[in-house]
Every structure is written in structure tokens, then in C-alpha cells.
DNA sequence: GTTATATTCAAACGAACGTATGAATCGTGG
DNA sequence: CCACGATTCATACGTTCGTTTGAATATAAC
């Protein structure tokens, strides 16, 4: 046994959850896969719900640490933060998270693309608890990256990047659908950082609904002319 | 009885799924709000799964279908698409049913948002299969559209798009935890459609990753002159 | 009106679920 | 060595699940 038993159980009820769903993993499949006896989940979480909220406090704390603490370096270092860094601080910890398969980051981050969407109430109410401090904080920053939006153009807009993020961290088999990926995984990760970033920059920084779609874009960093 | 049981149980079912997740959601449940017979889901459909299968059948042709028909349009009216008339054509199938409340369309673009992150097996493939045929008929055009892009980089910005439009489909709390809305629900909708497309069409047409992002916009519609 | 077909019904099946229990085992300090 | 708290174990409980069954009822054709 090299880990002691409750760790092991986190580690492969995350996996188990990302892979087959929440409510479609049993805690007899959980304990049979980790090596140990049924009840140990109850004796070290209480229930299933909270082997749920181990699991996501375990993760969730260090990466939306991580992201404020990029806000912060961001906030001394500029007067008013270019929109790519501040999208950068905020993506770039979940999908780092994602890049680091070995210490079971990737598995989680797919979990949690799916927690945005799934319906159950436990997990839908730990996760909104933990991202409304962070979205809260990351907002200032945005209005004043974006300053041509008004404040609900803004919170759509922001609405769109998570749910970008979080589609990108379902890992859905959609996914492999659409793009096959032929590089190391460490390549393909930066890859997707700069992709990502570069289609959410330009989203952000869209001309707001009111006007043409067809208007230049006079947001932040582009200039751009219109079109025929 | 106003509706044949069939019909009645589709509704219900969708409704069900769309509210509680496909898993959590029981036969008994379903039967129950709809006042039939336990047995009625397995008489009409043969089993739980036919049932989400003839759901899904139930609205995904008819959607797909308007999908491409206003691309057929397109491609008459046009020799090279302009992007946001060929992200209207992709997305607006899908939030106009969304609109369609009464209809119940919007209970199914719930659940169809919440279907491309739920790993139940039968459901991703009945999805994922009517998907494919959609998405290779856009491919060619979206490549016209948007000539800049290498094949990689246009399926990667595909995914991100199809992940966006799901993710707003899903209606997540997480949405009411950033927008509010005051508005009647069909200004809210074309207003939600308007941004959406900017912020899509925007990301699309961001200069490839490869260059820096505060580059000039050089693709499809625009003309871009080069930033300070 | 009788027959054939389609649908609905109450009841039950076996399986799997999350949880609880009490005894057995382990690890350690006195 | 022993005693005590922490942990693991086999086992069972009560529920709920999806499915099946065979009888009862509605519907339609001749």
C-alpha cells in the first residue's frame, strides 16, 4: 500500500467520476478499484457528497489561489492590465492544472469542466462557491481592460469565456471529433494555451453588440478596418 | 388526456433530464409527472435508453435540417460566406429553439447543452453522430470564409465555438451568476444571439496564435492596417 | 356482437445503490 | 505485554432502480 488509503481513494474516485460521470460511479466501484472496503468512504468522508467536496476542495483551492495571485503580479505591474495577460491569469492555472497528468491534474480538470454542467445540487453549489470569489475579484480588471463595454456586455462576455474554459476542460469526445492532435502533450498543451487565448482576446474585444458586426474593432489593442 | 401517452412522456421525459440530469432522473419520476403507467416507457420506447434516443431524434433533425438549409441559402447568395452570416446560420437553429418555450424547445437545448459533457454512452453517441454530418457540411465554408487559418487551427477555433454555443445552451446557474436579465424574453433572446455572434465572429477572425496577439486582424472580412 | 389488436394496468422481479453495524485488526504509548 | 484509539473488514439493511409479466381494458374491423 503505498499511499495511505484515503488519498487513494480521492485519487481514483476523481478518476472515476471524470471518466463515467457522478451520479453514474458507485462507491462499490470506487472502493473495488482503489483496493479497499466499502465502507472506508463513509468512515473517512461521512458520505458520498463529501468524498465530493474532498475531492474538489483538494484542487480547487490551490488553482483559484494561483489565479489571484497572477491578478495581483498583474495589478502591480501594469496601471490597466492588457486584455491577453488578464485572460492568461485566469485560464492559465486550469489548464496547467490540465497539463499535469502524472500528479492526476488532467483528471480533475475534466471533472470539473463537467461539474459546470452537471445538475447535481452538491457539486453545482461547491463549485459556484468557489468561482464567484474569483470571478468577483478578476471583474474590476476586465472593465477596465474593456473599457467599451458596458457593465452587462461585460458580463456576458465573461459568461462566454467560462464556458469556453470549461468546454475546453470537459475534454469532451467532441473534441477529438473536430481536431486530432499529433504532438507531445507538453507542445500541445502551449498550443492550446495560445490558441485559446488568442480566440478569447479577440471575443473580448468584439465591438459591442449594438454596432455592426461588420464595424472595426476600436478595443484595446487592434485597430482594423471594415470590410467591403 | 389531451396528448397520446407517447408524446406526453417525451415531454415529461425531456423536461426531467433537462431539470434533473439523465442519470438522477428515474422511469418512475418521469411516469409519475406524466400520469401513465410505469410500464408505459418500456411498452412505447423498449427502454430507458430508447427513450433518450427518440427524444433527442425528435428535435435534433428538424434543427440540423434548418441548420443546413440556411447554408444552402448562403451558398446561393454568396461566392464566399462573410463569417457571421455562417455563424448565424450555425448557431441560430439552436437559439431559436431555445426561444421556443412553449414548444418545449427550450427544456431540449437545455438538455442538449448539458449532453456534450455528460459521459452517459448512448446519449454522446446519438449526439455526436448527428453532429459529424453538420459540422463536415460548415467545414469547406468556414474554411472559405476564413482563408488565413491552416486546417488545425480552423478546427481547434470550430471546437471553440460548438463549446461556447454549448455551454450558453446548457443555461448553467453559473450564467445567473454573472447576467442578470430584465428584459422580455424574446428581446433578452435576440439580444443574447447579437452578442454572441460578436463575440464568436471576433474570435474566429483573431489572428492566427502563431502571431502576436496584439496584432492586426488580416483575415476574411477585414482589411487591417499594422498596430503601433 | 364477436374477434383481433393495441394499450394500460397493478404487481413483482432481481440487481445495484448508499449507508450502518459490530467484530477483527492494526499501530503505538504506557 | 497490554490497553486503547484508529482503521479495516465482512455482512446486512432498507430503498430505489430498470425491466418483465400476465391480466384487464380500450379500440377498431368484420
Chains 1, 2 share one sequence.
Not at 33 to 40: F, T
Not at 138 to 164: I, M, N, Q
Not at 207 to 217: K, V
Request: hydrophobic letters at 45%; one cysteine or more; charged letters at 20%.
Amino acid at each position: 500500500m503505498a499511499q495511505p488509503t484515503k488519498e487513494r481513494i480521492l485519487d481514483v474516485a476523481e478518476s472515476l467520476f471524470a471518466a463515467h460521470g457522478f451520479g453514474a460511479t458507485s462507491m462499490r466501484s470506487i472502493t473495488n478499484a482503489a483496493g479497499v472496503n466499502l465502507a472506508a468512504i463513509n468512515y473517512h468522508f461521512g458520505s458520498k457528497d463529501g468524498l465530493v467536496k474532498a475531492i474538489f476542495a483538494r484542487r480547487l483551492a490551490p488553482m483559484n489561489a494561483e489565479r489571484l495571485r497572477r491578478l495581483r503580479v498583474l495589478q502591480r505591474e501594469y496601471d490597466t492590465i492588457p486584455l491577453n495577460e488578464l485572460i492568461g491569469a485566469f485560464i492559465s492555472p486550469a489548464l496547467e492544472l490540465s497539463r499535469d497528468a502524472q500528479g492526476g491534474g488532467a483528471r480533475f480538470i475534466r471533472l470539473l469542466g463537467r461539474s459546470y454542467t452537471e445538475p447535481s445540487e452538491p457539486l453545482q453549489d461547491a463549485v459556484r462557491g468557489m468561482y464567484q470569489q474569483v470571478i468577483e475579484s478578476f471583474k474590476p480588471a476586465f472593465a477596465s481592460a474593456l473599457p467599451g463595454l458596458d457593465r452587462e456586455e461585460l458580463y456576458w462576455r465573461l459568461h462566454f469565456l467560462v464556458g469556453t474554459l470549461a468546454y475546453c476542460m470537459a475534454g469532451s469526445d467532441m473534441m477529438r471529433l473536430i481536431a486530432t492532435s499529433r504532438l507531445p502533450d507538453d507542445q500541445e498543451h502551449e498550443q492550446l494555451v495560445q490558441r485559446l487565448t488568442a480566440f478569447l482576446t479577440a471575443g473580448m474585444q468584439a465591438p459591442p453588440s449594438g454596432q455592426s458586426l461588420h464595424a472595426p474593432l476600436r478595443l484595446a489593442a487592434g485597430h482594423a478596418h471594415p470590410s467591403s
